[in-house]
């Protein structure tokens, strides 16, 4: 079989066109996955990057926590702690004319050098004297803070409803006292060696 130039013509230009698609689809394949491969590049840097701004905060965390932990109260081990916080709580709804129906502490819990009592608390007053109580509570600092509050409308102006109070604090051991700027130091016993 003998092809003439016009056969030999297409037959060129057909194997040109096959060989220039199936470049093209390469190339294409290729591309996609270089673009894929500089965005997971890219994203990663932009991980790093939020990580190591995170970590030049650092010394940031660390300032904030310990003035945190500095305005935390600090008890003696072998005081109860529940029933200061409850006098608190209780002292609290008198002043705002806020009646605490029933008030359930929980056990004292210890996270590292810092101790939470949850206390769960029946109420019922009207709004003046519970936004004045939850007002109260804030002003107390990192001490205490509200975790839940449910209100039930109970007639014209008289709410009624839960709340779950946490209380935070330190401990420090009994012969040793607070300074004002939460340094402990040790009480003279007598004894030359506290």
Same mark, same amino acid.
């Given at each position: ?32 996955? %270089? ?74 819990? %210890? ?13 019922? #007053? ?14 107390? #600092? ?11 409308? %109970? ?11 946490? #209380? ?13 700027? #939460? ?12």
């Amino acid at each position: 079989m003998k092809l003439n130039v016009r056969e030999w013509n297409l037959l060129t230009l057909t194997a040109v066109v096959i060989l220039a698609v199936s470049a093209y689809m390469l190339a294409e394949n290729a591309l996609d996955e %270089r673009h894929d491969l500089i965005r997971a590049i890219q994203d990663a840097e932009e991980r790093i990057a939020r990580r190591h701004a995170v970590i030049a905060q650092t010394e940031q965390w660390e300032d904030r926590l310990r003035e945190l932990r500095n305005s935390l109260p600090s008890y003696p081990e072998d005081q109860d702690v529940t029933s200061r916080l409850l006098t608190l709580l209780e002292n609290a709804a008198t002043r705002h004319n806020l009646q605490l129906l029933r008030r359930d502490p929980e056990r004292e819990r %210890r996270d590292g050098e810092l101790y939470e009592l949850t206390i769960n608390c029946r109420w019922r #007053g009207d709004l003046e004297a519970l936004v004045y109580f939850l007002f109260d509570l804030q002003q107390q #600092g990192v001490q205490l803070g509200v975790r839940q509050l449910s209100i039930t409308p %109970r007639g014209p102006g008289r709410l009624e409803g839960t709340m779950t109070i946490d #209380g935070a604090y330190s401990r420090h051991p009994a012969d040793q006292t607070e300074t004002a700027d #939460g340094a402990s130091t040790a009480i003279l016993t007598g004894d030359p060696s506290s």
